[in-house]
């Protein structure tokens, strides 16, 4: 069964940058495409983009230029760097992971991250 | 972006009732659509695939059915422990979107 854990600051100044790291575990990095889900205080969720360890990357239009999902098979892991954050960012972070096109069958406990001034 | 419209925000049930949630996408996205159920403090996880496709262990009582804009998530007699939140999310299109949810509670 696949697991999936975030890790990260949980506390990110407004104008830094947000950096969270997902470990995947029981399962080949090779398989599945890795995403970000957000989910705001509000509950609304937003897939911010998803990377392939084959280096095929995709983003949310409304964030690009601000992010940057990367797989590093070596470590097990996939990354997020958010750029620039603002309160608006201020979320619930989760990794997913989707074979293929698909729905996210996999998704990681989420990481509360606040950004504040 | 394909708007995901889930009616309605709350739905107030008594346990052993059934329960009917409806998803209406902003433009047809086939059968490419999935439900999730988010219980308090947990994340996501997946109910249904492909509009209709049960995910692995999930109960007979949840059914799905839909296509192109009009999707509907049946729950039927409801347990304790599914007085959760469901989303329905498009895979059709990029960038990918979910409903604002269904609350069922009691």
């Known amino acids: 069964h696949v697991h999936l854990q975030e890790s990260g600051p949980e506390l990110v100044k407004s104008s830094g940058s947000l950096f969270l790291t997902c470990t995947v575990s029981d399962a080949s990095m090779t398989g599945f495409y890795w995403t970000w889900v957000r989910q705001t205080p509000g509950g609304a969720l937003q897939c911010l983009g998803y990377?392939?360890?084959?280096?095929?990357?995709k983003y949310t239009p409304s964030l690009k230029g601000r992010i940057n999902i990367s797989v590093d098979s070596s470590t097990n892991q996939f990354s997020l760097t958010l750029f620039s954050v603002t309160a608006a960012d201020t979320a619930t972070y989760y990794c997913?992971?989707?074979?293929?096109?698909?729905?996210?069958?996999?998704w990681g406990q989420g990481i509360p991250v606040t950004v504040s001034s | 972006d394909i708007i995901m419209t889930q009616s309605p925000a709350t739905l107030y049930v008594s346990p052993g009732e059934r329960a009917s949630l409806s998803c209406r996408a902003s433009?047809?996205?086939?059968?490419?659509l999935a439900w999730y159920q988010q219980k308090p403090g947990q994340a996501p996880s997946v109910l249904f695939f492909?509009?209709?496709a049960r995910a692995s262990g999930i109960p007979g009582r949840f059914s799905a059915s839909g296509s192109g804009t009009e999707f509907t998530l049946t729950i039927d007699s409801l347990q304790s422990e599914d007085f959760a939140v469901y989303y329905c999310?498009?895979?059709?299109?990029?960038?990918?979107?979910f409903g604002q949810g269904t609350k069922v509670d009691i």
């Open positions: 997913a992971a989707s074979n293929g096109d698909n729905s996210f069958d996999y």
């Open positions: 999310e498009q895979f059709d299109a990029w960038p990918r979107t």
């Open positions: 990377a392939h360890y084959s280096g095929t990357s």
């Open positions: 492909g509009a209709s």
């Open positions: 433009q047809a996205v086939g059968r490419r």
